[in-house]
Each structure stands twice: as structure tokens, then as C-alpha cells.
């Protein structure tokens, strides 16, 4: 727990946001994504608003546009199923480029690009600016339980463990040449993933059994939680309190 692990998400840099302490960060993240989740989705005055308060932010941390464009990819699905709602949504219909499309989920639409979009670029700016073992320590100094923060670190460490033993294998399979050609193929892959599942439960039962005898007792040590300057939750209140005042000033225009 109290060794570095950097996560994949994370960019090594020197940037002011990297060295702001991650309890004001996470405040900060959790307070902007709430005002966004609650803002009307007319109040078109207030995304623009958000979206420049995340591209200063970006900039802030100096993190390049690609770098988030590549991991964008996950808000595929989601906007996948989003552009359904024109289609197949009821109430007053308009065409847009010769389809008939219902003006209600053209609204779903854009209210779920908009506000997936602010949300997944928040956490793109705080995972890339903070280190896990800092994330816990932020999670713990807002007095998150102690059993949820050892959950989280041995899950972070222990994704990256399966995902290197799935790789391993798949390329154990392609070495004896089998390659997947069909639906016949996911028989192969439902066993691998069989596979994998009893070999994380033994390691996992492993590592069990190590802890207790270096006399585990049910908590992990509480992580060393630094103090934080004034001024950077001075400048936490800020950005919150201002994309709170915009939330608000939406919903009353609305």
C-alpha cells in the first residue's frame, strides 16, 4: 500500500496540478461533475462555461489533446447507444438530413455527449495528475473507511495482474497456432477466462495468507496524509463555488 504504483492513466509531469494535494483534487472533481450532472441540458451558456473551466485545466496540467482523444474510446458505447434516442424516440419529430428524428432525443442525445463528455475529461484530469498511492491518501484524509481505500489499491494492482496473465495466454494460444475465426472461438476463450478466474482466486487466497502472517489483523496501516496549503482549497472553493453559481443561475433561467 504504500509503494508507488503508477496507473495507466497517469502522466508523470511537474505541472501545478500535479503537485496540488489529491483530497482538494478529488473535492474539486466530485463538487464540478455534480453542477454538471444537475445543469438543464438548454442551458447551453453553462457547458460552454464548463467546457472552458476543463480546457483550462487541461492546459493547467499540461496534458496534449491526443493523449485524452486515444482513451475517449471509452465513451463509444455510450454515445452508440445515445444516437438510438433520435431514432427511436416518440413526441414531435423534425428531419436532419432527410431522417426523421424525434426532437426529445436529439435533447437525450446531446445532454448525454455533453455531460459524459465533461465527466470523462474531469477524470481524465485528475487520474493523469495523481498517482494512486496519493488518490488513496486523499480518499483516507476525507476520512473515506479504511477497508474501502485497501479495496480499491489491491484492485487497482490486481487488474493490471489479470489483464498481463490474459495477454500471456492469448499469445500462448496464437504461438501454437490457433487464431479465432468464428463463434466457435469464444468456447476457447470462455475456459481461458475460466482459467484466469481460479488462478486470481488461488493468488489471491496466497497473498491472504501472507498478510496474516506478517500479522494482518483486518485494517491496512493508514496511509501518511500530507497537509494542505490554504490556499489550494481556497482555489477548490473557487472552482467549485463557481460552477455551483452557474448550475444554479441555469436551473433558475430554466
Request: no cysteine.
Amino acid at each position: 500500500m504504500s509503494g508507488s504504483h503508477a496507473h495507466a492513466l497517469y502522466r508523470h509531469g511537474h505541472s501545478p496540478l500535479h503537485h496540488v494535494a489529491s483530497q482538494v483534487k478529488i473535492v474539486g472533481a466530485f463538487g464540478f461533475v455534480i453542477a454538471v450532472v444537475l445543469t438543464p441540458r438548454t442551458a447551453f451558456w453553462a457547458f460552454a462555461f464548463y467546457a472552458a473551466v476543463v480546457l483550462g485545466l487541461v492546459v493547467l496540467a499540461h496534458i496534449p489533446p491526443a493523449y485524452i482523444a486515444r482513451r475517449a474510446v471509452v465513451l463509444a458505447p455510450f454515445l452508440l447507444v445515445a444516437l438510438l434516442f433520435p431514432l427511436v424516440g416518440s413526441g414531435e419529430r423534425i428531419d436532419v438530413l432527410g431522417m426523421s428524428m424525434s426532437v426529445d432525443g436529439l435533447w437525450d442525445l446531446w445532454n448525454i455527449a455533453a455531460k459524459a463528455g465533461l465527466g470523462f475529461a474531469t477524470a481524465v484530469v485528475l487520474a493523469s495528475t495523481t498517482e494512486i498511492t496519493d488518490l488513496l491518501r486523499g480518499l483516507e484524509a476525507l476520512h473515506m473507511p479504511r477497508i474501502v481505500t485497501a479495496i480499491i489499491g489491491f484492485a487497482v494492482r490486481y487488474i493490471d495482474i489479470v489483464a498481463a496473465d490474459f495477454t500471456r495466454m492469448r499469445i500462448a494460444l496464437s504461438s501454437r497456432g490457433y487464431h479465432a475465426r468464428s463463434v466457435r472461438a469464444w468456447a476457447m476463450y470462455a475456459r481461458t477466462i475460466g482459467t484466469m478466474f481460479m488462478r486470481t482466486y488461488e493468488r489471491g487466497e496466497r497473498v491472504y495468507l501472507a498478510m496474516l502472517s506478517r500479522v494482518y489483523t483486518g485494517t491496512m496501516p493508514a496511509l501518511v496524509v500530507k497537509t494542505v496549503p490554504g490556499v489550494q482549497w481556497v482555489a477548490a472553493i473557487v472552482l467549485v463555488g463557481s460552477t455551483m453559481a452557474v448550475m444554479a443561475m441555469s436551473r433558475t433561467v430554466a
